[in-house]
């Protein structure tokens, strides 16, 4: 079995951690020049490690071992949201980085490798999971041409930057044995648990809706109650009923959340003409997914039949993603190995899983985040947790490429 | 008694609406070029009528019958909120033009005079009421030098447009035996009921409060709920609570809006980590509203225990006024001479008369809005309404006059 290097590994992260930086955490959105030269920095680490890597034309780094047939696929992304933490990612690729290069290093040649990828844009700052689909050939040309951020910036001159670069990585179907991927919880459960590994079972289902109400702007003083088209009280009575509704039909690890509400005119002495509001649910479970998206659209259709007109958009639909038992057998058994009984969570989180699951065996560990933050430049996880992390996640791959 | 020329009435309406005028309503805020405009037109007017007249250095103008040692202060205000209706304010300024003109006209000198008011900035731009507290002696230096429109911009540079004007006109203690303000209803009751004229019984208190909600931003896919401080959740549940509350305490016709609500960060994938809510309630009895206020604050401190914390500014909160029931039946009396059993209202909005009540008999008169609709520049009342409402109104003070 290879033995990974602890030391290096944390010095790796330190290092790509500078490229980017923004005070402790990092900035290196997706085709960002920082985003960029982390890639390339990951090219020259796997080519010095012996692999054969490169960086193609949408940002995708792949790292294959040359002297394999058929490979396990061990990654993540190095990509971040804006001011976002040096983890998120980055822990994934350099663990891969670390397992490939000790492989090499234990020069036992083994017909199945490991190779290392770093998706692009796992952050969907242009398009979300935009390396992985890429990488399955699911991204079309017309996707690109009017793919744009939030700040309304497009993707296509983003990707010009690059363009002389190799065409994209595909999937090499007769290859992969199956993915792996290491990523920090961003929850609080590991923490409140006393818990060092998580096995992933699978990641969680999203429905997200946008709703609008339009009813009337009237003097609020002037007006009696029983006259108003009240577009911001339409919108509590309807936000308060779908938390009722969400308590009563969640499962254990069902969430939601009502992320925003805008009333306009938005001013104390004018009933609200129109409100916005954006919610969205999470499960592993179809069947409460389903159950909760039937009685949010009658919840709905029920409140339209007031004065206030409401409509609803479903701004996303993902389904719950099982990932593979046996390789994340691999994983418990590797832990249980050194000690550690690992818990098994769903991830409530997106991640390029998501896409490889569909293609291939996929599996996901997780470590423990700090005070489960995430999505911030205060993200992080202690030295032994992110090093014990890579020992297990190694020890896994070892038992599967035996196995494979 | 003194006979009001219609068609003169609704030529003065229209012509004063050109001034400043926005599509079907007009722009003319407090003191900008176009309320300026207006202002110098009405003292051209009262002037040509026999009254003695000017604008003084707040914006306030001021039309005084020369001869007579008492009289009846009539008015309103001839400012609008932007892109405002037509008749909100110079509908009441008007019917004094034309009631002081009448009575001059008509050659009957009584002891009992006529003066003609148009208050200042009564829509709030930058200071709520400011002419009618300047006219009263309320307005201190300091309040003038730190007061800002909501766009920021500063009310002492306004003001020095028309530094040059005469001082402030001061309320004559001794000479005024009452107020009279006649206004569209900005609502849409009379129209519902039929009526062609309201006595209105006093002005509704008005409570205002700022909510503001701290919780913590986590991801909402990873954070499990009973983990999380949703400042969103937590002012849903409180707006809901408030809603039902007010159900159970409201009188007849307390009314009330929760006219803003906001969170941040405001995105459908992380928790709420702050929000606010802008709420308001409404009614002519001090009990109701007092009852009102306890109730929400000790909905706001229990909710305050929670993982969120809560903070409450109270931004308003103006009495009820109670209105001259000797000048009302003056009103009443002179509807029913012809023909009309005025209905009995309380005004859901403020207006000048609220401040003039403190210091002398004050009274106010609703016509018609079609469809209730106020502040907006499709606001209007049939000319038959508007001309049948000075007929009423001149009457009136014909009536008052006799018994002063």
């Known amino acids: 079995m290879m033995r990974i290097n602890g030391k290096r590994l944390l010095a790796d992260l330190r290092e790509l951690a500078r490229i980017g930086a923004f005070k402790t955490g990092v900035d290196r959105i997706a085709l960002s020049g920082e985003d960029i030269e982390a890639r390339r920095w990951l090219v020259g680490k796997l080519a010095a490690a012996g692999l054969t890597a490169s960086m193609d034309r949408v940002g995708n780094v792949l790292g294959r071992d040359p002297k394999a047939a058929k490979a396990i696929l061990v990654g993540s992304h190095t990509d971040t949201v804006p001011k976002g933490g040096w983890l998120d990612g980055a822990l994934g690729v350099c663990y891969a980085l670390e397992i490939a290069r000790s492989a090499i290093e234990a020069n036992a040649p083994h017909a199945t490798g490991i190779d290392v990828v770093s998706f692009e844009d796992e952050e969907g700052t242009y398009l979300p999971f935009l390396g992985s689909r890429s990488f399955f050939g699911e991204l079309d040309d017309h996707e690109i041409a009017v793919a744009r951020s939030k700040d309304g910036a497009a993707l296509a001159p983003a990707l010009a930057t690059i363009a002389a670069e190799p065409p994209p990585h595909r999937c090499d179907a007769g290859r992969y044995v199956g993915y792996l991927e290491a990523h920090i919880e961003q929850g609080p ?29 009237n003097h609020a003083g002037t007006t009696p109650m029983a006259m108003r088209k009240d577009a911001g009280a339409a919108l509590i009575a309807l936000a308060s009923g779908f938390e009722e509704d969400m308590r009563r039909l969640a499962g254990r690890d069902t969430v939601w959340n009502i992320g925003n509400m805008t009333f306009r005119p938005g001013v104390a002495n004018i009933v609200p003409s129109e409100g916005e509001m954006l919610l969205e649910f999470r499960d592993i479970d179809a069947v409460v997914m389903d159950r909760a998206a039937a009685r949010f659209r009658a919840r709905v259709a029920e409140a339209d039949r007031g004065p206030v007109r409401i409509e609803i958009e479903e701004i996303a639909d993902l389904a719950p993603t099982a990932l593979a038992p046996r390789l994340g057998a691999a994983i418990s058994a590797a832990a249980a190995a050194r000690g550690e009984t690992p818990v098994s969570l769903a991830s409530g989180a997106g991640h390029d899983a998501m896409i490889v699951a569909r293609y ?35 020890d896994a791959v070892s038992r599967l490429r035996e196995s494979s």
């Open 189 to 217: 459960r590991m923490e409140a648990g006393g818990n060092r590994i998580a096995v992933v079972t699978g990641l969680v289902g999203i429905k997200r809706f946008r709703v609008r109400s339009r009813g009337s702007a």
């Open 360 to 394: 291939m065996p996929a599996a996901m560990m997780f470590i423990p985040s700090i005070g489960g933050v995430s999505h911030d430049i205060t993200e992080n996880t202690s030295d032994d947790d992110i090093v014990f992390g890579c020992e297990v996640l190694a």
